[in-house]
């Protein structure tokens, strides 16, 4: 079986030979963070903020947006999870994290799917913005366009990945309010957390082993989503959801100097925010419903329903009324005989 870390050192020497064709971008690191928000998710109220509106490079939490494009294109018909993708040169040649994908390969959409959230794969994120759309280009031009209906005003995209951009080439850039609103919207949609909250997944058949990069998934109870990115100028960053007790927060943290200060600060704005987070109210218990009055008769409706009820016994009971009056008619001759021989 092969996995995915022994292959950190082929990574290692694609990427410095990338890096020296990588444009030179401004750093965008803070400590602890660049910018970060807390939300609750069930009204998208903010429970927390600090430089939430700070610009940053989202590098692969971008890949959330390819998410949502790929999940309302099933829902649309344009696509079906069992479809095949086949992997093209294009998509094969991306470097940076991915599942080593090699030209002609196929793959459903819902393998690529998971390798796109778990792996965070890049050859998987251009495999499916080829299939979806053709071309990167058209596949960015749809992710600004979904990105401003979401009122994502500081974000623009210049990637399907969040790779660090060519030379030549824009960064991609976003801020922790835009991103977290990005995630409102994809807690909204419970088929986003078959992909989000797992932690461990086959690919090709078990020969490659998919890891998350999301420590929080089995370290955070509750935590089921979303997705981290790293590049040198970004730092560490991610966005994070979980639900305890019926509430469910998201928390977003941009431009952590190391990948410890951002788990730290993202578990306890997590966990602030469940604290915070609103509660669906309990169920009132309800007392029984008392039996129903029965309405009182007037006197003068008595005599009238108490011959009524009589006519009514004739009627259900006339062998009764035959017996009686045989009954009275013997025991009366037994009397007057008695009488008689007196």
Known sequence: MRGIRPLVAATTA??????????????????????????????????????????????????????????????????????????TAEAAGIGGSQVWLKERETFSVEELLHALVIQSANDAAVALALHAAGTRAAFVARMNERARSL???????????????????????????????????????????????????????????????????????????????????????????AQRDGARAIAVVLGSPSREVRNRHARDLLASGLAAAARPAPKPILAASPPAPVPALSTAAAPAAAASATSVARRRFPWRWTLGAVVVAVLFVVYRRQQWGR
């Open 14 to 87: 694609l990427a410095v030979a990338a890096g020296a064709q990588r444009a030179a971008i401004p750093q965008r690191v803070r400590d602890p963070y660049v910018g970060a928000i807390v939300l609750d998710a069930a009204d998208g109220r903010v429970l927390f903020e600090d430089r939430a509106d700070e610009p940053a490079y989202p590098a692969s939490i971008l890949k959330l947006m390819d998410l949502l494009l790929i999940l309302e294109d099933v829902d649309a018909g344009r696509l079906r999870l069992s479809d095949l993708v086949t992997v």
């Open 151 to 241: 009122g994502m005003t500081s974000t623009v995209f210049h990637s399907v990945h969040g790779l660090p951009p060519a030379r030549g080439q824009e960064p991609d850039i976003t801020t922790a309010r835009d991103l977290a609103r990005l995630c409102l919207h994809l807690a909204r949609r419970p088929e986003v957390f078959r992909y989000t909250s797992v932690a461990r997944r086959e690919f090709r058949g078990g020969r490659t082993i998919m890891e998350t990069h999301n420590p929080l998934l089995t370290t955070f109870p509750g935590c089921d989503g979303f997705k981290t990115g790293y590049f040198a100028a970004g730092g560490y960053s991610i966005a994070v959801t």
